[in-house]
């Protein structure tokens, strides 16, 4: 069993920083990409940026402000939140692409979400 448990959300005032983590925990025998999504209230859940071996992405609402990294040794995705706007205000999510052992198809697995609130 493969589980994401994220941590680092929280209340900021607008124009400030916050740190969201994610570790993969349980069976993990390969870590394709790796996510963060948020749904802001009354919307869908969206992308906000990704992360495999060959690079990042980001949505454009976010593009120069946040930055994801991973670190693959602790099995580990970070989401750096700069310059934040009350428009970020939104549960995020984390999501990773896991293959649980060598002989299993890799499957998205996420996280429970943490609260982002970003004051005015």
């Known amino acids: 069993q493969v589980h994401l448990v994220e941590s680092g959300g929280g209340l900021v005032q607008a124009g400030g920083s916050l740190t969201l983590s994610c570790g993969a925990s349980?069976?993990?025998?390969?870590?394709?990409?790796m996510a963060w999504y948020r749904q802001r209230p009354g919307k869908s859940r969206e992308l906000v940026a990704g992360?495999?071996?060959?690079?990042?992405d980001y949505s454009d609402s976010v593009k120069g402000r946040f930055t994801i990294s991973r670190d693959n040794a602790k099995n580990t995705v970070y989401l750096q939140m700069n310059s934040l706007k009350p428009e970020d205000t939104a549960v995020y999510y984390c999501?990773?692409?896991?293959?649980?052992?060598?002989?299993?198809?890799?499957?998205?697995?996420w996280g429970q979400g943490t609260q982002v609130t970003v004051s005015s």
């Open positions: 999501n990773a692409n896991i293959a649980p052992s060598r002989w299993e198809h890799p499957h998205d697995y």
């Open positions: 992360i495999t071996s060959a690079g990042t």
């Open positions: 349980g069976s993990i025998f390969s870590i394709n990409t």
